[in-house]
């Protein structure tokens, strides 16, 4: 038997389709639309995720040519930020406003600056969707009305494929991870958060876990994609946390990197550690129980490398809407001489507000701009800005769990390709980082949750262990000389947002955002 595992990503869909030990026979990819019609708008639409994932399916089955009878289940991973609104039939009545969306951003602030303490108490600590929940019930209460319950990508996509109706929506536990109305004990949703914030708890699906069988393949999903009609549907997990899970990532103590749309920093905890109501550190629930994941991010951190590339270098032609092939190669090589520090040039990554700690108002610049600076430097400096936030994130979560003592870095995503990236980061963290061998790390995981579910695949934990996806035969090392250089510039980084940097933001955020009341 095999299973098929879908990751909804912010940049694209990929599928995959895996055996029961885990290996993934082939996948497929199709970049996805990111639509943003004005500064701080940035949305997708859901249908077209649909679309994909059937067209997607159905590539991967003609490359194969594996009988679709002999594919016993799917789950779908999907993103963690931003929600969708249904009706009663399942249907869309809201765009997906992404997690780079930032139109909620005013209520995140005021949740954050007004509940941080019982936020604290009884969540995984990072409020990203509520805000977007109580911004349609403030901004748009004739939609929120109509609004049957506020569901995920991949529940959304999951519970079309299925025909499920809005009284079937559901989330699983992983996902509950960053909406910050959530009650960690009883891995459910917290009447308390919601009743102090507004929010209608009725309008929120129900939580499963990421194993549980959801729904069977329609007759009419099947004909769009070539399975089976009744191919069983497992209600899958966060996108995170299924690579996690396909990355083998069980072992405690273990420092793991994501260089995607967002740069993620892990660590595999088997506990929760609170400093204070204004930890820089949040968590993720395992899909394997009693294990967590804690972790600093930049949203967007990825993104900010697609923006430079597309608006500034010439490599995204609008009409047809794609970008032209080996944009990040060509700048890639003019950036190699360039020394540590970028010639005095630091960039700020937090296009969409800073998350860890968390502070909405922060924006995006370069600082220290001088006329030899090139187009390379700047594409440099987001580099190093980004490692300078790895640096800081590894501080912090090693600082929380002292008796961990690692040193590596096991890196995947696009921008792990990146040889020069990786060298960056070693550099900067003092971290020795081996890219994974492989970039199917969410398809896998999510494979290997449809086989659970279906019960082909015995034991999650054993499969995961037999999973090595380091690649040990390029080691990225870091240089003490340029350490030495970036230590001076990431205290210089680490400052900036002490000073009167941080309150200009917030004066430019105060100009746009305007006053309100929860």
């Given at each position: 038997?095999?299973?098929?595992?879908?990751?909804?990503?912010?940049?694209?869909?990929?599928?995959?389709?895996?055996?029961?030990?885990?290996?993934?026979?082939?996948?497929?990819?199709?970049?996805?639309?990111?639509?943003?019609?004005?500064?701080?708008?940035?949305?997708?639409?859901?249908?077209?995720?649909?679309?994909?994932?059937?067209?997607?399916?159905?590539?991967?089955?003609?490359?194969?040519?594996?009988?679709?009878?002999?594919?016993?289940?799917?789950?779908?991973?999907?993103?963690?930020?931003?929600?969708?609104?249904?009706?009663?039939?399942?249907?869309?009545?809201?765009?997906?406003?992404?997690?780079?969306?930032?139109?909620?951003?005013?209520?995140?602030?005021?949740?954050?600056?007004?509940?941080?303490?019982?936020?604290?108490?009884?969540?995984?600590?990072?409020?990203?969707?509520?805000?977007?929940?109580?911004?349609?019930?403030?901004?748009?209460?004739?939609?929120?009305?109509?609004?049957?319950?506020?569901?995920?990508?991949?529940?959304?996509?999951?519970?079309?494929?299925?025909?499920?109706?809005?009284?079937?929506?559901?989330?699983?536990?992983?996902?509950?991870?960053?909406?910050?109305?959530?009650?960690?004990?009883?891995?459910?949703?917290?009447?308390?958060?919601?009743?102090?914030?507004?929010?209608?708890?009725?309008?929120?699906?129900?939580?499963?876990?990421?194993?549980?069988?959801?729904?069977?393949?329609?007759?009419?999903?099947?004909?769009?994609?070539?399975?089976?009609?009744?191919?069983?549907?497992?209600?899958?997990?966060?996108?995170?946390?299924?690579?996690?899970?396909?990355?083998?990532?069980?072992?405690?103590?273990?420092?793991?990197?994501?260089?995607?749309?967002?740069?993620?920093?892990?660590?595999?905890?088997?506990?929760?550690?609170?400093?204070?109501?204004?930890?820089?550190?949040?968590?993720?629930?395992?899909?394997?129980?009693?294990?967590?994941?804690?972790?600093?991010?930049?949203?967007?951190?990825?993104?900010?490398?697609?923006?430079?590339?597309?608006?500034?270098?010439?490599?995204?032609?609008?009409?047809?809407?794609?970008?032209?092939?080996?944009?990040?190669?060509?700048?890639?090589?003019?950036?190699?001489?360039?020394?540590?520090?970028?010639?005095?040039?630091?960039?700020?990554?937090?296009?969409?507000?800073?998350?860890?700690?968390?502070?909405?108002?922060?924006?995006?610049?370069?600082?220290?701009?001088?006329?030899?600076?090139?187009?390379?430097?700047?594409?440099?400096?987001?580099?190093?800005?980004?490692?300078?936030?790895?640096?800081?994130?590894?501080?912090?979560?090693?600082?929380?769990?002292?008796?961990?003592?690692?040193?590596?870095?096991?890196?995947?995503?696009?921008?792990?390709?990146?040889?020069?990236?990786?060298?960056?980061?070693?550099?900067?963290?003092?971290?020795?980082?081996?890219?994974?061998?492989?970039?199917?790390?969410?398809?896998?995981?999510?494979?290997?949750?449809?086989?659970?579910?279906?019960?082909?695949?015995?034991?999650?934990?054993?499969?995961?262990?037999?999973?090595?996806?380091?690649?040990?035969?390029?080691?990225?090392?870091?240089?003490?000389?340029?350490?030495?250089?970036?230590?001076?510039?990431?205290?210089?980084?680490?400052?900036?947002?002490?000073?009167?940097?941080?309150?200009?933001?917030?004066?430019?955020?105060?100009?746009?955002?305007?006053?309100?009341k929860l």
């Amino acid at each position: 038997m095999y299973f098929i595992g879908v990751d909804l990503g912010t940049n694209g869909i990929k599928v995959g389709i895996t055996d029961k030990e885990g290996h993934v026979i082939e996948s497929s990819y199709r970049e996805t639309k990111l639509i943003s019609p004005k500064p701080g708008f940035m949305e997708q639409e859901p249908q077209d995720f649909i679309t994909g994932t059937l067209n997607a399916i159905r590539d991967i089955l003609k490359k194969t040519k594996i009988d679709p009878g002999m594919i016993k289940s799917l789950s779908i991973d999907g993103q963690m930020g931003g929600v969708i609104g249904i009706d009663s039939e399942y249907e869309s009545i809201t765009d997906f406003n992404i997690g780079l969306d930032a139109r909620s951003e005013k209520y995140d602030d005021y949740i954050c600056s007004n509940f941080s303490k019982l936020i604290m108490s009884k969540t995984y600590g990072s409020p990203r969707n509520a805000p977007k929940i109580i911004w349609w019930k403030k901004e748009h209460p004739d939609v929120y009305k109509r609004i049957k319950k506020f569901v995920m990508l991949n529940s959304y996509v999951a519970g079309k494929l299925a025909g499920l109706k809005s009284k079937d929506a559901f989330i699983d536990y992983t996902l509950l991870s960053l909406f910050g109305i959530e009650d960690i004990k009883k891995q459910d949703w917290s009447e308390d958060i919601c009743d102090a914030l507004g929010i209608d708890i009725e309008k929120l699906p129900g939580v499963v876990r990421p194993w549980d069988i959801v729904g069977k393949l329609t007759g009419y999903a099947a004909d769009n994609c070539g399975l089976k009609e009744g191919t069983l549907i497992a209600a899958g997990a966060a996108d995170q946390v299924a690579g996690l899970l396909g990355a083998g990532l069980i072992k405690t103590g273990t420092l793991f990197e994501v260089a995607g749309s967002s740069t993620v920093q892990f660590l595999v905890v088997d506990k929760i550690v609170r400093h204070g109501e204004d930890d820089s550190i949040f968590y993720m629930p395992s899909i394997i129980p009693g294990l967590f994941y804690a972790f600093n991010y930049v949203n967007g951190g990825g993104i900010c490398l697609r923006w430079f590339r597309d608006e500034f270098m010439g490599y995204y032609d609008r009409e047809k809407g794609l970008a032209k092939a080996n944009g990040f190669k060509a700048i890639e090589r003019k950036i190699k001489d360039i020394p540590p520090g970028s010639e005095g040039l630091i960039f700020i990554p937090y296009f969409g507000g800073r998350q860890c700690p968390y502070d909405t108002t922060l924006r995006g610049a370069w600082i220290g701009l001088k006329w030899g600076h090139k187009i390379e430097h700047l594409y440099r400096a987001i580099l190093e800005a980004l490692a300078y936030n790895s640096r800081l994130a590894f501080d912090n979560l090693l600082s929380m769990f002292p008796d961990y003592k690692p040193d590596q870095v096991i890196i995947t995503g696009g921008g792990s390709k990146s040889d020069i990236w990786n060298q960056i980061k070693a550099d900067v963290t003092g971290f020795k980082y081996l890219r994974a061998k492989d970039f199917e790390i969410n398809i896998r995981g999510s494979g290997i949750i449809a086989g659970f579910g279906a019960g082909e695949i015995e034991d999650m934990v054993a499969t995961a262990a037999n999973i090595d996806i380091a690649d040990r035969s390029m080691e990225f090392l870091p240089d003490p000389k340029n350490k030495d250089v970036y230590d001076r510039y990431c205290d210089t980084f680490r400052n900036l947002f002490v000073n009167d940097l941080a309150k200009t933001f917030r004066a430019l955020f105060k100009q746009t955002s305007g006053g309100f009341k929860l």
